[in-house]
Every structure is written in structure tokens, then in C-alpha cells.
């Protein structure tokens, strides 16, 4: 099935003590080429985020108002594209593969959409595959997204999960690596 990626990577990387979180190397990869490795079958991929060097020719995009968090980002993502699915991934899901983003869109079924679980079983917003119209929908009912809930706004959609995987595990901290 034809999809978009839509890449958030515009996050402050605080907890990293301003280390660019989406440039961190682990295995000689940096955190943002493993999430583009992992997509590469898009029909069209945009980074939402500041230009940084990347192995494959992506768009660039910023979220208006910048640092407006990542629904705000998720939405000037989602202006790219025409895709009927739009895969959403953060950049910092360094164990997510090609294959499993092909379990994303093949779980949509009729559902709204299909996300990943990390290990611990969190549900993760920011590792599905959205049918396109629902997506656009809710981000469009709460209005100006800058700082609003990504799980508020998406809770009315028929999402279906995983199984936990450490594909859906995400790093936030430097402990995260560890894991």
C-alpha cells in the first residue's frame, strides 16, 4: 500500500543536555538515518525539523509556530504528500526496521490506524500508520495545535497496537540506550 512518512524530528533534546538527539550514532548510524532506513519505501518522506545531513534525499519542514511540540509538527508534517497512509515516526526509534513499518499498514484494516507498542507495552502515537483523512481530521478539530496533546487529540481515532516490541521503544534519555 502507498504511504508518506512523516519524520518528527524537531524536538530540543533536553534531556540529552542539548545533544542533537536525532544525530546521535549508534552502530555508525545516526538515530534520524535508521527512522529513514526504516521508511525508505515512502512514496514521499518529510523531516519535520531542522535540515541535517541524511543518507537519502528527504523534504524539510518546520512546525509553525517552531518548537510548538509535536502535534504542531505532526501538522506541518502532514501538509506533505497525498498518500492515503501517512506513517509517523519520531526520529529517536533507533530499533524500528523496514518490516516493521510494513506491519503497520498491513494492520490498518479498517481501523483508523495501526501503532506500535514499546516493551513495557506504551502505546506509541509517534510509531503508527494513520489513514491520512482521520489523522488530518483530528488534528484539525482541536484548532491551533502548538502545545496540545498528541494523545488528547488523537484518543477519538480507532487505533489498534502491537504486540510490545523494542521496535516501538523510543529513547529519551541516555539510559534508554542501555535497555
Aim: glycine content about 12%; charged content about 20%; overall charge negative.
Amino acid at each position: 500500500m502507498e504511504f508518506d512518512a512523516v519524520v518528527l524530528a524537531g524536538g530540543g533534546s533536553t534531556r540529552f543536555g542539548g545533544v542533537d538527539k536525532a544525530m546521535l550514532v549508534l552502530d555508525g548510524v545516526s538515530m534520524l538515518d535508521r527512522v529513514l532506513t526504516a521508511t525508505a519505501a515512502a512514496t514521499s518522506t518529510v523531516v519535520v525539523g531542522p535540515v541535517r545531513t541524511t543518507y537519502r534525499t528527504v523534504d524539510w519542514t518546520v512546525e509553525d509556530p517552531p518548537s510548538g511540540g509535536p502535534l504542531a509538527g505532526l501538522a506541518a508534517g502532514l501538509a506533505h504528500g497525498t498518500a492515503p497512509v501517512v506513517v509517523v515516526v519520531s526520529c529517536d526509534l533507533p530499533w524500528i526496521t523496514a518490516h516493521d513499518v510494513a506491519t503497520l499498514i498491513d494492520g490498518l484494516g479498517e481501523h483508523d490506524g495501526c501503532g506500535l507498542r514499546d516493551h513495557s507495552g506504551q502505546e506509541q502515537q509517534l510509531a503508527t500508520a494513520y489513514r491520512r483523512t482521520a489523522l488530518a481530521q483530528a488534528i484539525q478539530q482541536v484548532g491551533d495545535p502548538r502545545d496540545k496533546s498528541v494523545r488528547r487529540t488523537l484518543a477519538g481515532l480507532d487505533l489498534v497496537w502491537t504486540p510490545p516490541t523494542r521496535a516501538g521503544d523510543d529513547v529519551d534519555t541516555w539510559s534508554d540506550l542501555d535497555n
